[in-house]
Structure formats: structure tokens, C-alpha cells
T-cell receptor
Framework: DVKVTQSSRYLVKRTGEKVFLECVQD?????MFWYRQDPGLGLRLIYF???????EKGDIPEGYSVSREKKERFSLILESASTNQTSMYLC?????????FGPGTRLTVL | AQKITQTQPGMFVQEKEAVTLDCTYD???????LFWYKQPSSGEMIFLIY??????QNATEGRYSLNFQKARKSANLVISASQLGDSAMYFC???????????????FGTGTRLQVTL
């Protein structure tokens, strides 16, 4: 069975903190994605990776960076968290047929 | 650029009735895929159904069917015999063709919140 896990379901951070969101998949997929979800805006792509150490910007990369040192792990980094980054963050792994999503991390930046 | 439009922010349906959730799309690529996902209040996105642009028949998966009208660029989700557990957000998404050296991305609509009532 396909499994995508995210390090936290809920996270509260302070403005200016460096934040790491981790995503792990156990399906040996090459492609992984980070989205943020906000009410009325749907899912918006932040960054994606199509191989180890390979990454591309999505539609809203500003204020974020990513790391993919191993195939199974894709990390989203907020270098200096701001209140407008309060959101639901979803990680996905692409199996070729569809994208499989993790449970999401609800991040609040105070 | 690809675009997905879901014009219904919220829908109500009575239990055991059928409901149609609207989705229109815009793309200049002849090859594309259309998806529907369900997101319960728990937050996880659940894949429901897929339709390829060259598929001749409408996709079906149990109580879910996709009403694909290519000329009108619409891909509506039909849920038959609604159940209370169908209450959730529903997202339509489109996948662009995959090009060498990168990944194929999904573009999502803004979603429709479905509430099933007794």
C-alpha cells in the first residue's frame, strides 16, 4: 500500500524562525511535490523534485526552499517564517498513475 | 497555461440522491489527464477517479463517474447514491504532459465543499 508521511500534523512557530517540514514516501517514486492549501485558493505548487538533488520552482516559491538528499525524503524549508505562511502544507509523491498525498501539516506562524 | 475552474464553492445534497460537481478546464495540449480528489475534514487528499484526454469512454469507479465532454472542456464528477461520508471538499485537477528532464505537474481547481444531509 502506498504511504506518504509528513513529520507533523500541527506546528506552531514564531515569526523569523527557520521551519523544516519533512515528507517521506516508501514507493521509490522519483517525483515529489510540495503544495500549500488556503481557503478559496485550492492547492498551489511551491516546489517539486524529479530526482535526488533535482528541484524546480512551482507557482509560489518565494520564501521557501527545498532539499532532496535521498529519494524517499523531500523537505520544505521556510528560511524565516512569516505570518503569511500560515497555511496547510501538503506533500505528494507521483506514482505515474496519480499523485499520492500525505496527511498534511497545518502550520501556524505567530 | 493550464487552468481549472470549479464554480460551485458549496453544494448540498440529500442522502441517497445523485449530485454533480462541475469542473471546466483550459489547455492547449492535446494530451492531458483529469483527476478528482476528495479531501475529508481530516485533511488527506484521496484520489477518486481519472480520465485521459484520449479515453473514449467516461471513467467510472464504483459510485463515482466522470462526465467527460471534451468539446466543452468539462469534466464533471457525478456521485450516485450519496452517503453521509461523502461530505468533504472535492478538487478537480489536470495533469500536463510529461517532458524529459522534469516532472509532470497537477493544476488544481479551488474546490467544492459538498455537504450530504439526511
Amino acid at each position: 500500500d502506498v504511504k506518504v508521511t509528513q513529520s507533523s500534523r500541527y506546528l506552531v512557530k514564531r515569526t523569523g524562525e527557520k521551519v523544516f517540514l519533512e515528507c517521506v514516501q516508501d514507493m521509490d517514486h522519483e517525483n515529489m511535490f510540495w503544495y500549500r492549501q488556503d481557503p478559496g485558493l485550492g492547492l498551489r505548487l511551491i516546489y517539486f523534485s524529479y530526482d535526488v538533488k533535482m528541484k524546480e520552482k512551482g507557482d509560489i516559491p518565494e520564501g521557501y526552499s527545498v532539499s532532496r538528499e535521498k529519494k524517499e525524503r523531500f523537505s520544505l524549508i521556510l528560511e524565516s517564517a512569516s505570518t503569511n505562511q500560515t497555511s496547510m502544507y501538503l506533500c505528494a509523491s507521483d506514482g505515474g498513475d496519480t499523485q499520492y498525498f500525505g496527511p498534511g501539516t497545518r502550520l501556524t506562524v505567530l | 497555461a493550464q487552468k481549472i475552474t470549479q464554480t460551485q464553492p458549496g453544494m448540498f445534497v440529500q442522502e441517497k440522491e445523485a449530485v454533480t460537481l462541475d469542473c471546466t478546464y483550459d489547455t492547449s495540449d492535446p494530451s492531458y489527464g483529469l483527476f478528482w480528489y476528495k479531501q475529508p475534514s481530516s485533511g488527506e487528499m484521496i484520489f477518486l477517479i481519472y480520465q485521459g484526454s484520449y479515453d473514449q469512454q467516461n471513467a467510472t469507479e464504483g459510485r463515482y463517474s466522470l462526465n467527460f465532454q471534451k468539446a466543452r472542456k468539462s469534466a464533471n464528477l457525478v456521485i450516485s447514491a450519496s452517503q453521509l461520508g461523502d461530505s468533504a471538499m472535492y478538487f478537480c485537477a489536470m495533469r500536463e504532459p510529461q517532458y524529459t528532464g522534469t516532472a509532470s505537474k497537477l493544476t488544481f481547481g479551488t474546490g467544492t465543499r459538498l455537504q450530504v444531509t439526511l
